[in-house]
Structures are given as C-alpha cells and as structure tokens.
C-alpha cells in the first residue's frame, strides 16, 4: 500500500475512528521506543489491540509507523522553509533543528541506542544513519562551489560530535546540563566545519 492510498483510507469512511486507530498506534510505538523495544507493526497492533490487517492498512511498514510516530525521522533535511544560501548558517540551522529532536524524544533515543549496543541486537530503526543525511544536506552548497571538500566525509565528522551519542556522554559521564551538553555540541560542529571551509581555502 503506497503513502497516497494511505492517506485517501484515513479520509474516506468512518474519519474520527479511523484517526483515533492511527493514533492509538502511534501511541503505542512511542511508549514501546521508550522501553527500549524495536517492534513490528504486527506487534504493536497486538498491543493496541487493534487487528493485523487494519494496522497494516494504516502503516504498511514500520518506516511508515516510525515517520508517524517520530515524524523527523522521516525527513531529508532538517532546514525547513526558504533555507539560508550561507553553509555556516545552514549548518547552525540544522544543529537547531536535530537538537530540538533529541530534547523531545530523548528516551526513545537513549533506549534505541541502548539496544544497539546489545550483542547480537539488530540495528534499531532509530539507528539508521538519517543524521548524516541532515548535515550532508547542510553542506551541499560546498558541492557545487567547487569548495574541494568532502562532504560526505565531512558530514560524518559533524554527526559524530552531535547526536544522542555525544549528548548521553556531555551529560551522564561529563556532567553538564542540557543546555550545556548542547552548546558543547554546538561549538565542535561549528569548528570542524570553519577548520574544513579554511583548509579550502
């Protein structure tokens, strides 16, 4: 089932049921992320009490339960309307944006990270590398200004001085407030990014 034949299912028929499912089921999924758990569709319908066959009709995959349930997660830029033209800006922007998703699904990421670092473990859903994707897009400018940078590589270096990773440790082992822990995040990305667009030069 496509997204479009999704959307046309939750407006047609019964609509204040049919909304009321949906977000039971996201409901759900939310509550099992923050226990640590990494189910299917299958099984959150279960839990839900809500028949297989209509879960799947609301979410034909858990990507799409996932999108719905931490919409973020399903978006391919953080930099949302009329993005500035300036990379330093566009990357301070997309910091913004990420660290607002870590302050408000904090514990669904620091089960899914928990759970990744279980032997054996599956990757999580939540673990799937959308981060990268963010910044990547943050320096595309670079791309086509004949900067000589890396991108790719460079948008690894920003996500591995800001996400959950980085914050859990600012916080739990370094002490700091939320707020410090972020501008701690803030201040390393913005460095590596002004060391890299100096060295172009």
């Known amino acids: 089932m496509s997204a479009r034949h999704n959307e046309k299912y939750l407006e047609t028929g019964r609509t204040r049921q049919k909304s009321r499912t949906r977000e039971e089921l996201v409901s759900v999924l939310r509550d099992l992320l923050k226990d640590g758990r990494d189910p299917s569709v299958a099984e959150v319908a279960a839990i839900a009490g809500i028949s297989r066959t209509t879960a799947y009709r609301y979410f034909p995959d858990k ?11 399903g978006l391919g830029s953080l930099l949302g309307g009329d993005p500035p033209s300036d990379v330093r800006a566009r990357l301070e922007r997309t910091l913004d944006a990420h660290f607002d ?23 999580p859903t939540l673990r799937g590398g959308r981060a990268v994707g963010w910044y990547r897009d943050a320096l595309s400018p670079l791309e086509t ?26 916080r739990d082992v370094a002490g700091l407030r939320t707020g410090q822990a972020f501008d701690v995040m803030r201040a390393n ?5 002004d060391a890299a667009l100096a060295g172009a030069k």
């Open 63 to 73: 990507e799409a339960l996932l999108h719905a349930a931490l919409p973020e997660t």
């Open 101 to 123: 998703f870590i302050r408000a699904w904090e514990p669904q990421l620091r089960a899914s990270l928990r759970l990744s670092l279980t032997p054996g473990a599956a990757r």
């Open 189 to 193: 990305a913005l460095d590596i990014l």
């Open 145 to 170: 200004a004949g900067s000589g940078i890396d991108t790719a590589a460079l948008a690894v270096r920003l996500r591995a001085v800001a996400g959950i990773e980085p914050y859990v440790w600012l």
